[in-house]
Nanobody, 120 residues
Framework: QVQLVESGGGLVQAGGSLTLSCVAS????????MGWYRQAPGKQRELVAV???????TYVDDAKGRFTISRDNAKNTVYLQMNCLKPEDKAVYYC??????????????WGQGTQVTVSS
């Protein structure tokens, strides 16, 4: 069983900051790319940022300069530091990770999501 558990969401005023965390646990031998996605009401889930196992990062244009993705491989954890939050950042944020199990099978897993609300 593999689990991704997010934390750190909440309510913040516009211009404020939040840090999301996501911990991977369970039976796997390797964690590849880890990422954060978000889904606003009535919209499709979209990529926010991705980080490779080596630390290379990719951001959606709207997140560049405001959000920072990082990971602690020793803790099997990925973070998303979000600064200068805007009301349009309101969404459910999901963690994603590519995990290889003991049979060598690579699969993508999702967390349950954490709500981020930004008040104007």
């Amino acid at each position: 069983q593999v689990q991704l558990v997010e934390s750190g969401g909440g309510l913040v005023q516009a211009g404020g900051s939040l840090t999301l965390s996501c911990v991977a646990s369970g039976s796997y031998i390797r964690i590849g790319n880890m990422g954060w996605y978000r889904q606003a009401p009535g919209k499709q889930r979209e990529l926010v940022a991705v980080i490779t196992s080596g630390g290379s990062t990719t951001y959606v244009d709207d997140a560049k300069g405001r959000f920072t993705i990082s990971r602690d491989n020793a803790k099997n954890t990925v973070y998303l530091q979000m600064n200068c939050l805007k009301p349009e950042d309101k969404a459910v944020y999901y963690c994603s990770a590519a995990l290889t199990n003991y049979s060598g099978r690579l699969a993508n897993y999702w967390g349950q999501g954490t709500q981020v609300t930004v008040s104007s």
